[in-house]
């Protein structure tokens, strides 16, 4: 049985990992050089936290459980369906500011679940992943 801080951190982990495919993807789509920028910026926070969930699961001599191949094919297939009649920046904005609001709340729920069984570390660290997706939706605004 996994323990709270274990799941929390794969829950982190995987979430991460979904930020990062996603942004990794929706760079390749948009040929704005600014909201690119914006996109690789946005990817390096969630590569970090990413990096940082799976240290803190192998401390405490657990596996980073990666999102299942289906989970990351549909994904895939989601985000080229999405764009693929409109790659506009307002448009691609609006798709990360939806994943992102997801996000929040997932996490928020996450946080409030595991406040009083997680390590303050683990849970400082799934509060850096709601700043990410808070600070995400903020920028992508803009170019609604």
């Given at each position: 049985m996994m323990?709270?801080?274990?799941?929390?951190?794969?829950?982190?982990?995987?979430?991460?990992?979904?930020?990062?495919?996603?942004?990794?993807q929706l760079i390749g789509v948009t040929n704005d050089p600014g909201f690119q920028l914006l996109l690789q910026s946005q990817f390096s926070e969630y590569n970090a936290v990413n990096n940082i969930s799976a240290q803190?699961?192998?401390?405490?001599?657990?596996?980073?459980?990666?999102?299942?191949?289906?989970?990351?094919?549909?994904?895939y297939l989601s985000i080229n369906l999405n764009t693929l009649a409109n790659k506009k920046p307002s448009h691609l904005s609006e798709m990360i500011i939806e994943g992102s609001t997801m996000g929040v709340i997932d996490i928020t729920r996450k946080?409030?679940?595991?406040?009083?069984?997680?390590?303050?570390?683990?849970?400082?660290?799934?509060?850096?992943?709601?700043?990410?997706?808070?600070?995400?939706?903020?920028?992508?605004?803009?170019?609604?």
């Open positions: 323990d709270s801080n274990s799941e929390l951190l794969t829950y982190i982990h995987q979430n991460s990992e979904m930020g990062k495919d996603t942004l990794r803190k699961l192998k401390a405490r001599h657990k596996n980073a459980k990666d999102l299942s191949p289906l989970t990351k094919a549909s994904a946080i409030n679940e595991y406040q009083m069984t997680a390590d303050k570390d683990v849970i400082d660290l799934a509060g850096t992943l709601l700043n990410i997706e808070e600070k995400n939706i903020e920028e992508c605004k803009k170019y609604l």
